[in-house]
């Protein structure tokens, strides 16, 4: 099977169905003979930033010289993402190899009568056998769904439990109190295993220490007084730690979210337990430094971010990580339909100023209709929103728009995954190689302000909720331009490359005749 074959095959598996017993992903592991006693499982559950705690935990671990393997969901834009060794994606070809023995053993399960497992599960199973092959010595694994059922929670006898912040998501499966939710998660604590948790809420903060209490385990929490924001500069915050460990070291994170310093924390004291004073807290800091991690206050562009909040605590988080700017700023918006989306939108609405809101539609059968989302904002905001249901579309009209303000892409992990699909795409058509660029050569015959008038003409096909009015006339722009020299080196570019965003190169042709001048 090809790579594309392969994701169509786990792409078709049932994502939201009922759990498989804990005993069905036992026997699954079983089958693919995975020697757990080798690998050292960090096991990490929450609501929010367990992705953040997972990457602060393998890039420290490798400054130990240890290597490791990290399983992560979701995955942004490929598949390949959700399995690491040290630190890098697994390669299509690895991918490839590991599914076809994942699904030997698959059937070796259905012979035996047993249920197919589950889209998380066989993934699951995939990155397991992908880090006993590599020989990893750590092996960090973040739970999908809870914690208490998670296919994760299959593993044996865990060096550690990470449980990060909680708050309400996923309830129509975890439940609907915050004490449910915090009852779900705690369930990946294990008799004996030192658990270690980031303060949430009072209710609960008291089932965490109960389960951990009930379970032998000792439990240390990371209270919000145990560190300093001290500042952020050159799109890094720095902070320093009240644990005297760490001494007066001022720590710095590649990332401005406010909510960050607490998950490095947290992954920070996970590394004390297990180095005690053998640990190079040096190492540490400039590990935690380099850590970029996908879809977390990411800034994929000049000023455009990218942030995987897609719930109610992680608005609240993102919008305290906002800084004030003068210039203003621009929110693109998606959500799926399982989440409280309109409580997501009033509190965005109500927290962080915006020149204007841009609504789109993401792909799949959990995504909100788009319209829906933009009568929303519309209920909680005075100013300008514009529904466009295409994603790439949505994207460029919001970098159309840009000018000095800031661009911020949230809702939905789902959003934020075409987003960065979307740039990526871009990119890779503009490194072509030539003879591949003439296959382009048949738009030609269309001249250079045709094909401009026409893409004006597309951008008015969008949908202006509030009476929002384009900031540029650029069939004017158009017409008022005389091409000349310049225009003309750039116009085989244009045609070869298929680029959507000819405004940006007009601007950009502009300003230089501007400087001339």
């Given at each position: 099977?090809?790579?594309q074959?392969i994701?169509?095959?786990i ?8 759990k ?6 036992k026997?699954?592991?079983?089958i693919?003979?995975?020697p757990q ?5 960090l096991?990490?559950a929450?609501?929010n ?5 997972c990457?602060?935990l393998d ?7 240890k290597?490791t393997?990290?399983?992560i969901s979701p995955?942004?834009v ?5 399995i690491?060794?040290?630190?890098v ?5 690895v ?5 076809t ?8 399960m259905?012979?035996?009568?047993l249920e197919?497992?589950?889209?998380f599960?066989?993934l699951?199973?995939?990155?397991m056998?992908a880090f006993?092959?590599a020989?990893a010595?750590y092996?960090?694994?973040e739970?999908?769904?809870g914690?208490?059922?998670d296919?994760?929670?299959a593993t044996?006898?865990p060096e550690?439990?990470?449980?990060t912040?909680?708050?309400l998501?996923?309830?129509e499966?975890l439940g609907?109190?915050?004490?449910q939710?915090?009852?779900e ?7 004996g ?7 949430s809420a009072e ?6 220490e109960?389960t ?5 385990s ?7 007084d ?10 890094h915050?720095a902070?320093?730690?009240t644990?005297a460990?760490y001494?007066?070291t001022?720590?710095?994170l590649n990332n401005?979210?406010s ?11 996970v590394m004390?337990?297990l180095f005690r ?8 800091r400039?590990a935690?430094?380099?850590?970029k991690?996908?879809?977390r206050m990411e800034e994929?562009?000049?000023s455009v ?10 608005i ?6 906002v800084?004030e700017?003068?210039e203003?700023n621009i929110?693109?918006?998606s959500?799926?339909?399982d989440k409280e989306?309109?409580?997501m939108?009033?509190h965005l609405c109500?927290?962080?100023?915006a ?14 209709d788009?319209?829906?989302l933009?009568?929303?904002f519309e ?8 529904v466009i ?6 994207l460029e009209?919001v ?5 000095k ?6 809702g939905s992990?789902?959003?934020?995954g075409m987003v ?18 003439k296959?382009?050569?048949s738009?030609k015959?269309r ?5 401009q ?6 951008r008015?096909?969008?949908?202006h909720?509030?009476?929002?009015r384009q900031?540029?006339n650029?069939?004017e722009?158009?017409?008022k331009?005389?091409?000349?020299l310049?225009v003309e080196?750039?116009?085989d ?12 190169l007009l601007?950009e ?6 400087k001339?001048?």
């Amino acid at each position: 099977m090809t790579y594309q074959e392969i994701e169509r095959y786990i792409s078709e598996i049932p994502k939201f169905t009922k759990k498989h017993s804990l005993s069905h992903t036992k026997r699954f592991l079983e089958i693919l003979q995975i020697p757990q006693g080798k690998m050292k499982i960090l096991h990490v559950a929450g609501t929010n930033g367990k992705g953040s705690v997972c990457a602060y935990l393998d890039a420290m671990l490798r400054s130990e010289g240890k290597r490791t393997g990290l399983f992560i969901s979701p995955h942004l834009v490929k598949m390949n993402e959700r399995i690491m060794i040290d630190g890098v994606p697994v390669s299509d070809e690895v991918f490839s190899e590991v599914f076809t023995q994942t699904l030997g053993a698959v059937k070796q399960m259905e012979a035996e009568g047993l249920e197919h497992p589950t889209f998380f599960e066989f993934l699951f199973g995939m990155g397991m056998l992908a880090f006993s092959q590599a020989e990893a010595e750590y092996v960090i694994l973040e739970t999908g769904l809870g914690g208490r059922l998670d296919a994760t929670s299959a593993t044996e006898d865990p060096e550690v439990c990470v449980i990060t912040s909680i708050g309400l998501d996923h309830m129509e499966y975890l439940g609907d109190t915050v004490e449910q939710i915090a009852g779900e998660k705690a369930g990946i604590i294990r008799p004996g295993v030192p658990v270690f948790y980031a303060q949430s809420a009072e209710e609960s903060d008291r089932v965490i220490e109960k389960t951990a209490a009930q379970q032998g385990s000792s439990c240390k929490k990371i209270g919000k007084d145990a560190y300093e924001i001290l500042g952020i500069e050159d799109k890094h915050i720095a902070f320093s730690c009240t644990n005297a460990y760490y001494g007066t070291t001022t720590w710095k994170l590649n990332n401005i979210g406010s909510y960050q310093p607490g998950n490095a924390l947290l992954a920070m004291e996970v590394m004390q337990y297990l180095f005690r004073e053998k640990g190079h807290v040096d190492r540490w800091r400039k590990a935690l430094a380099q850590v970029k991690w996908q879809g977390r206050m990411e800034e994929i562009l000049p000023s455009v971010y990218v942030d995987g909040a897609h719930n109610v605590s992680a608005i609240d988080a993102f919008v305290k990580s906002v800084p004030e700017t003068a210039e203003g700023n621009i929110f693109l918006f998606s959500a799926v339909k399982d989440k409280e989306y309109e409580e997501m939108i009033a509190h965005l609405c109500d927290s962080v100023p915006a020149e204007f809101y841009v609504v789109t539609l993401i792909d799949g059968e959990r995504a909100t209709d788009a319209e829906l989302l933009g009568k929303l904002f519309e209920k909680y905001t005075d100013r300008p929103v514009v529904v466009i249901e295409s994603v790439q579309k949505a994207l460029e009209y919001v970098l159309e728009h840009q000018e000095k303000r800031t661009v911020y892409c949230l809702g939905s992990l789902y959003l934020t995954g075409m987003v960065k699909e979307t740039i990526a795409d871009a990119k890779r058509k503009s490194r072509r190689k030539p003879e591949e660029k003439k296959l382009k050569g048949s738009r030609k015959s269309r001249s250079w302000k045709q094909q401009q008038t026409e893409r004006a003409a597309d951008r008015k096909s969008s949908r202006h909720v509030g009476g929002y009015r384009q900031m540029l006339n650029y069939e004017e722009e158009i017409r008022k331009f005389k091409p000349s020299l310049e225009v003309e080196d750039i116009e085989d570019a244009v045609y070869e490359e298929d680029l959507t965003d000819m405004q940006d190169l007009l601007k950009e042709v502009m300003e230089k005749k501007k400087k001339k001048k």
